[in-house]
């Protein structure tokens, strides 16, 4: 079993920057890839930023991209994402989740941490 705890969500205005953690705890040593997600009220929720474990390759959804950095420390079990420019439409509640292997989907998610960017 894996246990993902999230943090640093929080109110920013527009133009501001957050970093959010998510620290893996439990049965990590067979990580495959950590990401975020996100959903906003009354949307779908939606891949925002992916990195392996082993590599460190990385994936951006457009609408982040040049903006948002993952990046994780693989002693500490930890992922980041840090977010800068950010807009009021990145507002929603974010969520990390480990993922066991390739095409496999994310087998643990976080329990979310809601940001919200004021306009």
């Known amino acids: 079993q894996v246990q993902l705890v999230e943090s640093g969500g929080g109110l920013v205005q527009t133009g501001g920057s957050l970093r959010l953690s998510c620290a893996a705890h439990g049965r990590t040593f067979s990580t495959y890839a950590m990401g975020w997600f996100r959903q906003a009220p009354g949307k779908e929720r939606e891949r925002v930023a992916v990195i392996t474990w082993n590599i460190g390759s990385t994936y951006y959804d457009e609408s982040v991209k040049g903006r948002f950095t993952i990046s994780r420390d693989n002693a500490k079990n930890t992922v980041y994402l840090q977010m800068n420019s950010l807009k009021p439409e990145d507002t929603a509640v974010y969520y990390c989740?480990?993922?066991?292997?390739?095409?496999?989907?994310?087998?643990?998610w976080g329990q979310g941490t809601q940001v919200t960017v004021s306009s």
């Open positions: 989740a480990l993922s066991l292997g390739y095409a496999r989907g994310y087998d643990y």
